[in-house]
């Protein structure tokens, strides 16, 4: 009877979820409407986040910069960034998932072989922690990316 009621409540969350594309919305500023970034300052997304999801660990820190957000320095593929992007730990579980669907998805990105769509039960076993923007950064750079 539990697993039923948590399957439901994860089916209710997700039909009042909002669409990745909407929330996206939020993102286009800094990230652009064509997923580019903004050289210097906010890292692209398009044809990068590929690459993140491919690192051990990738997929759990795309989650985790959502929610609590990134400051500092990093590199992408030779150039550096130094923006700050917000969290938005204020998003629904369901809504993080779809938005990360959505990046995952577009200007030619595509999930690496056997990986599956964001769900918001990831989302939630990461909302269980607490971290600060320096420490999402210092998670990045553990991935090993360049």
Partial sequence: ????????ALMVSAAFAQSGPTLYQQCQGC??????????VFPPLAGHVPEILAAQG???????????????EISVKGAK?????????????ADIAA???????????KFP???RPFTAAE?????????????????RKALGLK
Avoid: C, E, F
């Fill in 1 to 8: 009877m539990k697993h039923l009621l948590v399957a439901l």
């Fill in 31 to 40: 990230h652009q409407p064509t997923g580019a970034g903004i050289p210097g």
């Fill in 58 to 72: 990738g997929r759990a820190w795309l989650i985790q910069v959502l929610l609590w957000g990134m400051s500092g």
């Fill in 81 to 93: 960034y130094n923006g700050v992007m917000p969290g938005y730990k204020q998003l629904s579980d």
């Fill in 99 to 109: 938005l990360l669907n959505h990046i995952s998805t577009q200007w030619g990105n």
């Fill in 113 to 115: 072989a056997g990986q």
């Fill in 123 to 139: 989302v939630q076993a990461q909302r269980a922690k607490t971290m600060t923007a320096a420490q999402v950064n210092a998670a």
